[in-house]
């Protein structure tokens, strides 16, 4: 029989950016490997995975999350909680932990195998998707967790909230995963990073900045986009499409809008679409910084970061998610962020500005962003063209049914 430790599946390393860490990971099994997996996998104490945690599964295994190799242990996860780095120093501001409730823990023990199954609100109910090499169980502290990376204990923050609602034991140790990724159903848009790379060096890019949203593209990211493809040779649009809050527009809907735009008002040769299928978590500075890491994993050289990235509500300032930043050298970041002032729409210059561009008065401004977006549709009102495209707007009015908003303001670059 195989043994999960005895296979060595690790990328070469493609000639753009290293990835973070050094090495871009690899735990995808697949072939006569895959077969032998699945027959040990019905052997093993199964754990089942929520949609959040099949995500990091995948994220893992395809290399997104490098130099992670599996869920973090108790050294990693309390450094990254208390520093933002990893044991061995590596900067890393998120815990990506498996978490399951202490019932599912009690019969597990460190050193076992164990089966990963899909839970029902993922697109594999029931699905045997990966093994864990479990070294370690842990116990952990939620507060401390909730001050630390979401900088509040507040349960009407959506990141906390969640993390309230989950398990209180995490299960660490190395992945694997069995026949590639599962969790994003447009597989024409779902590259991993060892695609993007590949895709930019048969372009010819050397400088690529890539773009986190979870919003149609409004005005305000046209014109970060633009400007940012102004001192790069692409752009990776990488929208996130995992599990975001109830009053986000649905990903079908805004993978339809970014198509529409693309098509007639970007230049196709320099852009790259893929889907980000992580979960938001809403955590501000902190997971601005993650999400710029990320892409430097997929090959990005560059980061846009805008107001309030990442963030929700009134939870964080509106320039924290840039000054977070500042904490670390640009040589263990080793990727460049690109920071954008608020953006708005001035009658008076009639045109995109920001503070530093526009002289004139607020009462000439107007507010762009991904909540003014929705709050419009939700009153079902066309939102003006001087905030989103008609094209654009026609799609999301005839589409978008809005449910109850249940946090306010959201970030602009978001």
């Known amino acids: 029989m195989v043994k999960p430790s ?9 000639p753009l950016i290293p990835p973070h860490g050094g090495t871009l990971i690899n735990r995808v099994v697949t072939g006569e490997i895959e077969t032998a997996f699945r027959r040990l996998a019905a052997t093993l104490p199964r754990v089942t995975l929520d949609a959040v945690a099949l995500a990091d599964l995948e994220l893992i295994a395809v290399g997104a999350y490098s130099p992670l190799r599996g869920f973090m242990g108790q050294a990693d996860y309390r450094r990254v909680v208390h520093e933002a780095r990893l044991a061995d120093g590596t900067v890393w501001p998120l815990p990506i932990v498996l978490r399951v409730a202490a019932q599912e823990a009690r019969d597990l023990k460190e050193g076992q195998r164990i089966a990963l199954v899909g839970g029902k609100d993922t697109p594999v109910p029931g699905e045997v998707v990966g093994l864990l090499e479990l070294q370690e169980i842990v116990l952990y502290a939620k507060e401390t967790e909730a001050h630390q990376v979401y900088r509040t204990a507040d349960p009407a923050h959506p990141g906390v909230a969640r993390l309230y609602t989950s398990g209180p034991v995490l299960l660490a140790g190395p992945i694997w995963l069995l026949d590639g990724p ?50 790069v040779d692409g752009l990776l649009l990488h929208p996130l499409v995992g599990q975001t809050k109830a009053d986000d527009i649905p990903a079908d809907l805004r993978l339809r809008t970014y198509e529409r735009l693309i098509a007639n008002d970007f230049p196709r040769e320099r852009l790259v679409l893929s889907l980000f299928p992580a979960a938001m978590r809403y955590a501000g500075p902190r997971e601005a910084l993650f999400h710029g890491l990320v892409r430097k994993n997929y090959g990005a050289t560059h980061f846009i970061v805008g107001r309030d990235a990442a963030g929700v509500g009134d939870f964080y300032g509106p ?23 608020n953006t708005f729409y001035c009658y008076d210059c009639a ?36 905030l989103v495209r008609k094209e654009v707007a026609d799609l999301l009015m005839s589409d978008f049914v809005p449910p109850v908003p249940t946090i306010k303001r959201a970030s602009c670059a978001d």
């Not at 005895?6 to 493609?14: D, G, M, N, R």
């Not at 969790?183 to 890019?205: C, I, K, M, S």
């Not at 962003?369 to 066309?382: C, D, E, N």
């Open 182 to 231: 599962k969790t994003v159903p447009f597989p024409n848009y779902h590259l991993t990073p060892a695609e993007t790379r590949a895709a930019f060096q048969a372009r010819g890019w050397r400088r690529i900045v890539a773009f986190q949203t979870r919003s149609p593209i409004h005005r305000a990211h046209e014109y970060l986009l633009r400007s940012a493809l102004e001192v």
């Open 6 to 14: 005895q296979v060595v599946t690790e990328h070469q390393s493609i």
């Open 319 to 341: 320039y924290d998610s840039q000054r977070i930043w500042d904490g670390f050298s640009p040589a263990e970041l080793g990727i460049t962020p690109l920071f954008f002032e």
């Open 351 to 386: 045109a995109i500005v920001t503070p530093r561009t526009c002289p004139h008065d607020q009462s000439q401004h107007l507010t762009l962003s991904g909540t003014r977006v929705r709050s419009l549709l939700a009153r079902r009102q066309y939102p003006p063209v001087e």
